[in-house]
């Protein structure tokens, strides 16, 4: 494409000057002057191309390679996971330096701390695999659309938030919670389902169709529990300080015992419980605990609403 004559300058010196002057305000304000002055966090595409090798180390003959063949299945898995490992053991450490700069720790006890950490994720991921399949299996039985276990975990965008998930819950129990972060948002961008690390999930979950599902943080879910397009396990609102500031890692979302149905758009919020065996209808606003059990349908809900502020679902 040819350049036009007499090409402007934009007013460069004098942009590159202002965004320099707003960076130094902002560190300034933030006590940034520890900052090492190289990149400290870890790297949104690194982390990518990380989970792309765990997947495909995972389930070898489904999301790997497409020349693999199953006798060389452990010859890719090892390797795989030998590049995949080293890649996440320097986010790690990008992680562990900048918590450690920021909080006054010494700094020599970062690579001790982040071989550690991925020794202990290495150590996981065959039980990832083992409640992985548990899921695939759910997403199966639980969908008369579905032909194959294949077809699922090739398709359903819940079988592959939930596949992030189980990793980043992994990652964040190992407190790397910005890693794991980034993967559950990289989750997030590709299905629709924004799911916070920190919540904890049972066995031989499914979310069928998925956009729009939000999990918030504290929220606890059961074994085989299945949930539809839509939902929200969210907060109620949020504790605060004497200041205004919010009270961090409070336990703020739902509860949802075994086998519990949770029917498209229904939003549940606060520390409530749902009971064994409940079915939550579609589009149901709740703020209150049901006994196992229960058949929650809009209308009931709607008796029982209460007005209150609402928080976001993280």
Not at 4 to 11: A, D, E, R, V
Not at 87 to 97: I, M, R
Not at 161 to 169: D, E, M, N, S
Request: overall charge negative.
């Amino acid at each position: 494409m040819p350049s036009p004559p007499n090409l402007p300058h934009w007013n460069l010196d004098q942009v590159v000057a202002g965004l320099r002057q707003q960076r130094e305000r902002w560190r300034e304000a933030r006590h940034r002057s520890l900052d090492s002055g190289g990149r400290e966090f870890p790297v949104r595409e690194q982390v990518a191309a990380i989970m792309t090798s765990l997947c495909g180390a995972l389930f070898p003959m489904r999301l790997g390679p497409p020349e693999l063949r199953q006798e060389t299945e452990d010859y890719y898995v090892g390797h795989t996971l030998d590049t995949a490992l080293n890649a996440l053991y320097a986010q790690v450490v990008l992680e562990l330096s900048y918590t450690a700069r920021q909080q006054g720790q010494p700094e020599d006890t970062v690579v001790p701390r982040a071989t550690a950490i991925v020794n202990a994720f290495a150590s996981y991921l065959p039980k990832a695999r083992e409640l992985l399949d548990s899921d695939v299996e759910a997403a199966f039985h639980g969908d008369p659309a579905a032909r194959s276990v294949d077809e699922v975990l090739l398709c359903y965008p819940g079988v592959i938030a939930v596949i992030y998930h189980r990793l980043a819950h992994q990652l964040y129990k190992l407190d790397v919670p910005l890693l794991a972060r980034i993967i559950a948002e990289l989750s997030h961008s590709a299905t629709g389902i924004d799911i916070h690390p920190g919540a904890t999930i049972g066995s031989r979950f499914f979310i069928d169709h998925g956009t729009g599902v939000v999990i918030g943080e504290t929220a606890v879910i059961g074994e085989r529990v299945r949930l539809y397009q839509q939902v929200t396990l969210g907060a109620k609102r949020f504790a605060a300080n004497e200041d205004g500031s919010l009270i961090k890692g409070q336990p703020r979302h739902p509860i949802v015992e075994d086998d519990v149905v949770i029917y498209a758009g229904a939003t549940i919020l606060g520390r409530v419980t749902i009971g064994k065996g409940s079915s939550i209808g579609g589009n149901v606003w709740l703020t209150r605990s049901v006994p196992p059990g229960s058949n929650i349908t809009q209308a009931q809900s709607e008796q029982h609403a209460v007005t209150a502020p609402v928080a976001a679902g993280f």
